[in-house]
């Protein structure tokens, strides 16, 4: 995917090699974030707003609010080397067209050809989720580890998977969607299958289980994620039982992972995070009940370590680490 300027030469690797600044953006339902990343992978200048919706948010609209982030980095539009995507899936993977189930607006949206477009530069777009884990394993909790999976577990689940120190695509970029890896019989899921990970363990689908419970029977607009968790912390039984279904939910999916890709590390990053051993104490002990085997009993399950950047640091990665987090377009 080489973009070519209007006198015929490639544009896209005018500045392979020099010091110039990786465009990377990152985009999901709430925000979208846009940011100058340099060759180490530090993020130079970042800028963040929220993401248009409602009836007026329609492609091209949320198209001009990406672009007028970008326009208030301290850079001009041609003074970046290439760009990096992450943005919500589900998309078509490698070409670009994204349908982010959050952002109605974009239903097959060409972002990536529409970038290569406007900037003349290569553009590397992938699933935001995937980006996450290639920054934990570059910059963050899993440098060095060779064999990881980085998830998020947030308003959805999602997961990138590392093994022999290269990003695993799959077929059609999901590789690692640990999401809906089946963690049981009966959890109807909004994919349209059964007992799903991201049913049980999402913030909206912890929330929704404790409220059928009885949770804040009488305060339903008060009833996210963040408020379970600080409910759970004041000792409210529901609450607390959310976490602990939640947790077993992810501890068994991980020992599944586990056993099939013979993993050192896994690394959650997302809002629930927040809720600490409320999460990790009911993950380790279903961890340790199933993963029973010499090489999954030692896997590390850790918090991720990078903060709001991670998802500009995992986009740029795309371009700053392509021989690791990059496999597409090989051919050309
Ligand atoms: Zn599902």
Request: overall charge negative; charged content about 20%.
């Amino acid at each position: 995917m080489t973009v070519t300027d209007t006198s015929g030469h490639p544009a896209s690797d005018a500045r392979e090699g020099s010091d110039a600044p990786v465009l990377a953006i990152d985009i999901g339902g709430t925000k979208m974030a846009v940011g100058a990343v340099d060759p180490r992978g530090e993020v130079l200048a970042a800028y963040r707003v929220p993401t248009p919706s409602g009836p007026d948010a329609d492609g091209e609209a949320l198209y001009a609010a990406l672009l007028d982030a970008v326009d208030h980095l301290p850079y001009a539009r041609d003074a970046f080397r290439a760009v990096g995507v992450g943005c919500g899936g589900p998309m078509r993977w490698p070409a670009g067209e994204v349908s982010p189930l959050n952002i109605p607006g974009w239903r097959g949206f060409p972002l990536r050809w529409r970038l290569e477009a406007d900037f003349r530069r290569e553009v590397r777009l992938h699933n935001d989720a995937i980006c996450l884990a290639a920054a934990e394993h570059w910059q963050g909790a899993g440098r060095g580890t060779g064999n990881m999976l980085g998830m998020v577990v947030s308003t959805g689940v999602g997961g990138g998977l590392i093994l022999g120190d290269r990003l695993i695509d799959g077929a059609k970029g999901n590789a690692g969607h640990i999401g809906h890896v089946v963690v049981d019989q009966e959890t109807p899921c909004a994919c349209g299958g059964t007992g799903c990970l991201e049913a049980v363990a999402s913030g909206p689908r912890m929330a929704a289980w404790a409220a059928a419970q009885g949770w804040r029977a009488e305060q339903e607009g008060s009833r996210t994620g963040k408020d379970l968790t600080e409910d759970a912390r004041a000792g409210d039984g529901i609450a607390q039982a959310a976490f602990t279904r939640a947790g077993t939910a992810l501890g068994v999916a991980i020992a599944g992972a586990a056993a099939l890709c013979d993993l050192e590390l896994v690394t959650i990053g997302g809002g629930i995070v927040q809720a600490g051993e409320l999460l990790f104490e009911p993950l380790r002990t279903a961890l340790h009940r199933h993963a029973r085997l010499d090489f999954t009993r030692n896997l590390k399950v850790v918090p991720a370590d990078l903060g709001q950047d991670a998802g500009l640091v995992g986009a740029a990665a795309l371009i700053l680490r392509g021989d690791a987090y990059w496999s597409a377009d090989r051919a050309e």
